[in-house]
């Protein structure tokens, strides 16, 4: 089978249950009268499939409604889907009330749930009324439908895209750290030179004083003990800088191995190579953990080891620094000047070793630059290949469509995260924000304004945006009052914006300019283009006439029947008469009950289309008398 199979649907208790239908393959209406869960049997396989509404924006009103229909139509029950994916591959979900979905394979082994939100493994495009207008109206939604015609190589690249996203959020965090202490360490070696040079001048003075033997000779090991000390600093922060480098790695490598073996490939056709590689690589892994931590544990015993370094210095220290100490107190005439000296000397030996962390630090920001740089061109790299996946769909899509429609996606035209964003580092003593804020979102991708806020140019900002500079000033200063803006405006993706076009008065006009009719004309053949996941609707015909659902919805539908599982909810004759249904499931709802009352082919259905699509068969003789059939 080359497409994915809604199986069966069971439900165990509330309005449907005791419903238990299995569907075939082609197209399936349901059928029956106001009332009778066609509806609720829609949004139970939506929820079964984890297809709910997104709580974000405006469908959040929808999404409230959708918990409360399920809530009420359930109750204590649960409803059961059986899911045959394209490569043969047979899964069992079952989810109740607030819980989330229980997801099995044929061999009654759980699953990850994860794998109903792949889109690959398991996916449905499911629509409740008015959802197809709304997809003409919203590119968002539209968005989410053209991505339904590229799922694996998409899902690849979002992925790349995400790995990516988190690369340049570590490399963010590791900077701004750095550059904290490196401020720190800047601050504290001002004084250096100055330092220095009274170290050197009281050198000076003690060499022309012409110390005693015993107190030369004494001062001279108080400076080794001095330099002792220091060099004992040096070890602990790189032995911090190796550990902080160890958990990364290893995440990273086992991280990408989940995103290799998917249950989809573990259990196909070729699943035995799958398997055996997933085995060689656990093994791998376990010996690259294992290496992980004897690194963890060689770490662990240097720092002990300078640890104890540090306490047995301070112990052997203490006799010689109390002997030095009270051999100052016999020499009154150089005491204050030996304790300044060795006061001094201890303060640039310690900055000293600050600057040699310093010039560490430098040193590895320097590297996260260069691979800041890397990954940003990584990152723009795949932002664009899915724009042009999505570019090559769109052209692949208006090209199957009738020459009166087309599908056009604009690059990175979703702008809005990005305004908002600004908008929190405006100059708020400028009252008037919107125009030019707006000015520079159209004008500057976040990456070139990044680069602004670096360097500072607010005459350049104000000139390529055409705005006032002491604008561009405020917006400059604001971002770069935390490094960690600027890394943020990086990361801000400016998303592609499709759109659906019809050519009517001689001129192409974008689906939200159209009559809600036109807008169902142009979105509904989309939608019933060639694709691998189920197609659910629910009355698809709203809002359409008669002659166009004849000669272009059933006609579509009829000719992908082998391509494609279609399940229709409708009250149109027409959909499973002219579309060639395979199946005609009947609804009827008794006593606050709903339930099947009847299934089988267009044939078997005859009566029940007639009288509950036709209007009986009085009301059809008398329309055939009428028209003189």
């Not at 690059?411 to 929190?424: C, P, S």
Request: hydrophobic fraction near 40%.
């Amino acid at each position: 089978m080359s497409h994915h199979k809604i199986r069966r649907l069971n439900v165990t208790d509330g309005f449907l249950g005791g419903l238990d239908v299995t569907f075939k393959d082609g197209l399936i209406c349901l059928i029956g009268g106001r009332g009778s869960g066609k509806t609720t049997i829609l949004e139970l396989l939506r929820y079964a499939l984890n297809r709910q509404p997104l709580e974000d924006g405006a469908r959040k009103a929808a999404s409230r409604r959708f918990r409360t229909l399920i809530e009420a139509n359930l109750g204590r029950g649960a409803v059961e889907v059986e899911f045959e994916t394209q490569d043969g591959i047979v899964y069992h979900i079952e989810r109740r009330v607030g819980e989330d979905p229980i997801v099995s394979d044929a061999n009654g082994e759980t699953v990850d749930p994860a794998i109903l939100d792949s889109g690959i493994q398991i996916d449905a495009a499911i629509f409740s009324q008015n959802e197809v207008e709304e997809i003409a109206m919203k590119p968002d939604y539209l968005r989410d439908v053209l991505d339904r015609f590229c799922t694996r190589e998409l899902t690849d690249i979002q992925r790349r895209i995400e790995q990516a996203k988190l690369a340049l959020q570590r490399n963010g965090s590791e900077v701004v750290q750095l550059s904290v202490k490196s401020a720190e360490n800047r601050e504290a070696l001002k004084n250096l030179p100055e330092l220095e040079t009274r170290l050197q001048a009281l050198n000076e003075e003690l060499k022309e004083a012409k110390l005693p033997a015993n107190i030369e000779s004494a001062a001279k090991l108080k400076s080794l003990r001095t330099h002792e000390s220091a060099a004992l600093t040096r070890i602990k922060p790189v032995l911090e800088e190796a550990g902080e480098t160890l958990a990364p790695i290893q995440n990273a490598l086992i991280g990408e191995f989940k995103q290799v073996f998917s249950e989809d490939v573990l259990n196909g056709p070729n699943g035995a190579i799958f398997q055996d590689l997933r085995q060689a690589m656990l093994t791998g892994v376990d010996k690259f953990r294992n290496g992980i931590k004897q690194a963890e544990e060689a770490l662990a015993a240097m720092t002990e080891a300078g640890l104890s370094a540090v306490a047995m210095l301070k112990k052997a220290q203490m006799p010689q620094e109390s002997a030095y100490q009270d051999l100052l107190k016999q020499s009154a005439e150089h005491q204050q000047r030996l304790r300044e000296r060795d006061k001094l000397a201890k303060q640039v030996a310690q900055l000293h070793t600050a600057k040699e962390e310093a010039d560490r630090i430098e040193k590895r920001l320097g590297e996260l630059a260069k691979e800041r740089k890397r990954l940003l061109a990584d990152y723009s790299s795949e932002v664009e290949a899915r724009f042009r996946l999505r570019e090559s769909v769109a052209e692949d899509l208006t090209s199957q469509l009738s020459e009166t429609i087309r599908v056009k996606v604009a690059q990175g035209a979703d702008r809005e995260a990005y305004r908002q964003f600004l908008i929190q580092y405006r100059d708020p003593s400028i009252r008037e924000y919107n125009n030019p804020t707006t000015k520079i979102v159209n004008s500057l991708s976040p990456v070139d304004l990044a680069a602004l806020v670096e360097s500072r140019k607010a005459e350049e900002l104000a000139v390529e945006a055409e705005i006032d500079e002491r604008f561009a000033l405020g917006v400059l200063n604001g971002l770069a009052a935390d490094l960690r803006s600027r890394f943020e405006l990086e990361l801000i993706t400016l998303d592609d914006v499709p759109s659906i076009e019809l050519f009517v008065c001689n001129e192409w006009r974008i689906s939200s300019r159209l009559s809600t009719g036109q807008m169902c004309s142009v979105v509904l053949p989309l939608l019933l283009l060639d694709s691998v996941a189920p197609l659910v609707i629910d009355q698809p015909e709203d809002n359409l006439d008669n002659r166009f659902v004849t000669d272009n919805v059933a006609e579509m539908v009829a000719r992908n029947q082998e391509r494609r599982q279609m399940i229709f909810i409708t009250h149109n004759p027409n959909i499973p008469v002219m579309g060639q249904a395979s199946q005609v499931v009947v609804m009827d709802a008794s006593d606050g009950k709903g339930e099947k009352v009847g299934e089988g082919s267009v044939d078997e259905m005859k009566d029940k289309i007639v009288e509950l699509l036709e209007g009986g068969e009085r009301a059809f003789q008398a329309r055939r008398e009428k028209y003189g059939w």
